[in-house]
């Protein structure tokens, strides 16, 4: 029987070192594909975690928080609601009529009733759809670059964790933005997966992804260009599935066109874009005769690639006079121009030779066009958001750039031997990187709540207009009030220290709204509107109505400044109806007359519908205020007032069955 020797042998010290070599590099040698998008999936989850405690800010309140619409139980009828709406329907002032995003509400209407409002689940899930990005980006790039990872991986690590992008992720309702990237990548996907295996459901899947891409943010009509464009610099296929392809794609952007004609083109012309808005109107003004609105809008081109450059000083508003109107002498104007031409010029010489560099700098110019005000004006002058699209283009060219300099064999290998083969480029890319994550993730915090990041944001751009209105209404706001309370409460601070502390609040929001009307004093009526809303909430109701008023004098078209100087007068009449009942009635004959004048101009507005029939209720004439309660809820199904109004009125008319009706129906849709 033979004897195994099973004692321990010594092992060279030397034998050691050289296994752990060996060993140290396994994982990275061994990654494939799906390793390399797991991990740009991770870093951007990671990145972005300490956005899941955030709230609702800045438009997430009107799209989302108290939108009626969106709030409502997810159903049949009210996605025929969202489809047939403007994407603002819903909110308290839902005077902007001219933005159609069906889909993007749609998924809000889904995660509010999933999340029961909860803010922090909302951030959650809006990262995960920024990770997915990093992963469908990467692939796409991965078939593209037939199966090289380094350009794929290295644009796809820039483009995640780069700052500029804070605006999209950190911000609820630009979940629009995120919609709109993924469709295109998504459909791009899947136009890969049907020439490669020519199965007809991946060209139907990449349809339906670019109409997803469409109804979540008009700007994705720029697909249309896109689409061919990727597909003559990536892809040889026969002409019959060009075009094919093509013609599909320009079907659907068509087809969103018309919807949204279809559904926008009853309701009222928008005003006219204020220079608060877009600095670019002032161009048209006497004052600013030396200036061009090409000119300008070609230099805040400039600012667009300065930022992604630099990224240093981010804002969530640039409106004037943070930018200013240029003429063709100006020196960024040149700069810009010079590199754009060079580009256009190197790309068209390129252009047989299907250049890398030249689809990046497309992508950029054809995806930034539509928002560019280069060829019309649309309702912001800047905003980083509209750079997070077109932004994939800059990354693209910086990295094929420094890859085709510095890679010099070219060879792709394991994560580590292909390191060790081109360091300088890896080296680039991830200190650059490194200095991005870095940024995105101390920018992040600022986003935590309104007052933190318009506190941070007006000392980058200390004269935006619309920081220093936003933070004036903020800091004097009830909402606000009872936050800061809070904090100081958890402090210990004693009651005297809580309202001395609100009050230099309060002195900060004047100054703030004062300056902002030093800078334009041509405000917006919405802007007046606002400030009027804001001391009505305090029950400050004689400037209330000064500020109601001035609005309904820059625009008596607009029904909701009319319905909201009723509501003053209506307040004013419930305050004297036990100790003056003559000078209450008068105040509420003043009242009746403001809400039917507001409701001639809108009849499908619920709200001045049931403020009729509160003055019938006031009156007594109880029959008169069910007509009006039961109008406003057969116009508005989601109208919880009307119906908790119609169960009051039931209740004093002694009909306890009706009253308990309409009460169960207003719970259903708040539940």
């Known amino acids: 029987m033979e004897i195994v020797n099973t004692e321990m042998q010594p092992v060279n010290d030397s034998t050691v070192v050289e296994q752990k070599k060996a060993l140290k590099p396994t994982l990275l040698a061994n990654m494939n594909p799906l390793h390399l998008a797991l991990i740009l999936f991770v870093i951007a989850c990671l990145l972005f975690s300490n956005t899941f405690q955030h709230g609702f800010v800045l438009d997430d309140i009107g799209i989302i928080k108290t939108n009626k619409i969106t709030e409502a139980s997810v159903s049949l009828d009210n996605t025929k609601v969202i489809f047939s709406t403007p994407h603002l329907k819903g909110a308290y002032h839902d005077a902007e009529n001219v933005i159609y995003r069906p889909f993007t509400k749609l998924l809000f209407n889904i995660e509010w009733n999933l999340f029961n409002g909860d803010p922090h689940l909302f951030h959650f899930l809006q990262v995960l759809l920024y990770a997915f990005i990093g992963i469908l980006l990467f692939f796409v790039l991965f078939e593209a670059f037939h199966k090289k990872w380094v350009v794929a991986f290295l644009v796809s690590l820039l483009f995640i964790v780069h700052p500029i992008h804070t605006e999209v992720v950190d911000n609820i309702k630009s979940a629009d933005e995120l919609l709109s990237l993924l469709g295109i990548l998504l459909a791009l996907r899947c136009i890969q997966q049907y020439i490669k295996k020519n199965e007809a459901v991946y060209f139907v899947l990449a349809m339906l992804s670019l109409l997803i891409a469409l109804f979540s943010k008009e700007s994705t009509v720029t697909a249309m260009a896109l689409v061919p464009l990727f597909l003559y610099f990536f892809m040889d296929i026969p002409m019959k599935k060009n075009i094919l392809i093509t013609a599909s794609s320009a079907a659907c952007v068509l087809f969103f066109l018309w919807c949204r004609w279809m559904v926008l083109h009853g309701y009222p012309e928008p005003r006219a874009i204020m220079a608060s808005d877009n600095y670019l109107v002032l161009c048209k003004e006497a004052a600013f005769a030396n200036t061009s609105q090409f000119a300008s809008a070609?230099?805040?081109?400039?600012?667009?690639?300065?930022?992604?450059?630099?990224?240093y000083a981010l804002s969530s508003d640039y409106s004037y006079s943070t930018i200013q109107p240029v003429g063709f002498a100006d020196v960024g104007f040149l700069v810009v121009m010079i590199i754009c031409i060079?580009?256009?010029?190197?790309?068209?010489?390129?252009?047989?030779?299907?250049?890398?560099?030249?689809?990046?700098?497309?992508?950029?110019?054809?995806?930034?066009?539509?928002?560019?005000?280069?060829?019309?004006?649309i309702g912001t002058s800047f905003g980083e958001r509209l750079f997070f699209i077109p932004s994939f283009g800059i990354c693209l060219v910086l990295v094929y750039a420094l890859y085709e300099k510095l890679d010099k064999?070219?060879?792709e290998s394991s994560f580590v031997e292909t390191m060790q083969k081109a360091p300088q480029l890896f080296a680039i890319v991830f200190v650059l990187a490194g200095l991005y994550s870095f940024k995105t993730w101390t920018r992040n915090k600022d986003w935590a709540s309104d007052t933190t990041l318009l506190s941070k944001d007006i000392e980058t751009c200390p004269n935006s207009c619309h920081l220093l209105f936003n933070l004036g209404i903020r800091l004097s706001g009830g909402e606000r009030k009872q936050e800061l309370a809070n904090e100081l409460i958890s402090l210990g601070y004693s009651q005297q220290q809580i309202e001395d502390s609100s009050a230099v609040e309060n002195h900060k929001s004047f100054a703030y709204l004062s300056k902002a009307l030093s800078i334009y004093p041509y405000m917006p009526p919405e802007g007046y509107n606002e400030i009027g809303l804001n001391y009505f909430n305090r029950g400050q109701l004689d400037s209330a109505y000064s500020f109601y008023h001035e609005a309904n004098?820059?625009?008596?078209?607009?029904?909701?400044f009319i319905n909201n100087i009723g509501t003053v007068y209506l307040n004013k009449a419930n305050a004297l109806k036990q100790s003056n009942l003559e000078e209450a009635n008068k105040l509420y004959a003043t009242a009746f007359s403001y809400f039917v004048n507001a409701s001639s101009k809108d009849t499908n507005e619920s709200d001045y519908m049931n403020n009729i029939g509160c003055i019938y209720g006031n009156a007594n004439r109880l029959d008169s205020a069910l007509f009006w309660f039961k109008k406003a809820s057969e116009h508005d199904s989601l109208d919880v007032v009307s119906l908790q109004y119609l169960s009051m009125t039931y209740q004093q008319l002694g009909d306890n069955n009706l009253s308990a009706y309409y009460q169960q129906r207003a719970n259903a849709i708040r539940h």
């Open 298 to 311: 070609v230099s805040t081109f400039g600012l667009y690639l300065k930022t992604f450059f630099l990224p």
């Open 342 to 377: 060079s580009l256009l010029l190197y790309t068209v010489k390129q252009w047989k030779q299907k250049s890398v560099i030249g689809f990046g700098f497309l992508w950029l110019l054809i995806s930034m066009s539509v928002t560019s005000n280069v060829f019309f004006l």
């Open 409 to 411: 064999e070219k060879i």
């Open 553 to 560: 004098i820059r625009d008596t078209s607009n029904p909701v």
